[in-house]
T-cell receptor
Framework: SQTIHQWPATLVQPVGSPLSLECTVE??????LYWYRQAAGRGLQLLFY??????ISSEVPQNLSASRPQDRQFILSSKKLLLSDSGFYLC???????????FGPGTRLLVL | GQSLEQPSEVTAVEGAIVQINCTYQ??????LSWYQQHDGGAPTFLSY????GLEETGRFSSFLSRSDSYGYLLLQELQMKDSASYFC??????????FGAGTRLFVKA
């Protein structure tokens, strides 16, 4: 069976510090991968998606970046965090030729 | 652009039936999905409609009308555990999926 891992579960970072969130998927190959951000009580904002190694599409211009160094690894980064980067970050994968997205447990990021 | 509209909040009593509507505007359309999210948790997939009509999965059903750019999620025999946020989502083209802002469902005893 397939599983998706995200870490850390929670993170408190000062403004201006760097960020690295990691997501890995097990039990599948060549998945479509997604990063979303969710503000409290709000919907899901698509940040990045990837259809293959090294292939990243950005949906929202901001100080975040994403990388996919391996088939089942998706990393979200920032060089300098802003207060507005606080939120619930969710990684998801979607099998090829299917519509279902499977979400990881998420990372709660608080920037102070 | 792409947008989805759904009510922000719905309240119903245990045992009742509730319908959550979703209208969408997209440049392309592959299908309409529904996800459930409990407080503090991650979204989980509920249903998907690519063609017009009703899809039933246990107590949950989902409907789609492509000509009206409209769909709904129907929850029957409501239980307290159904209190959660429900999101409609559309893959309008390519590989990205756009989510609505979510409908918060409150189930009362």
């Amino acid at each position: 069976s397939q599983t998706i891992h995200q870490w850390p579960a929670t993170l408190v970072q000062p403004v201006g510090s760097p960020l690295s969130l990691e997501c890995t998927v097990e039990g599948t190959s060549n998945p479509n991968l997604y990063w979303y951000r969710q503000a409290a009580g709000r919907g899901l904002q698509l940040l990045f998606y990837s259809v293959g190694i090294g292939q990243i599409s950005s949906e929202v211009p901001q100080n975040l970046s994403a990388s996919r160094p391996q088939d089942r690894q998706f990393i979200l980064s920032s060089k300098k965090l802003l207060l507005s980067d606080s939120g619930f970050y969710l990684c998801a994968w979607r099998p090829r030729r299917r519509e279902t997205q499977y979400f990881g447990p998420g990372t709660r990021l608080l920037v102070l | 652009g792409q947008s989805l509209e759904q009510p922000s909040e719905v309240t119903a009593v245990e045992g009742a039936i509730v319908q959550i509507n979703c209208t969408y505007q997209t440049s392309g359309f592959y299908g309409l999905s529904w996800y459930q999210q409990h407080d503090g948790g991650a979204p989980t997939f509920l249903s998907y409609n690519a063609l017009d009509g009703l899809e039933e999965t246990g107590r949950f059903s989902s409907f789609l009308s492509r000509s009206d750019s409209y769909g709904y999620l129907l929850l029957q025999e409501l239980q307290m555990k159904d209190s959660a946020s429900y999101f409609c989502a559309v893959r309008g083209g390519g590989f990205k999926t756009i989510f609505g802002a979510g409908t918060r469902l409150f189930v009362k005893a």
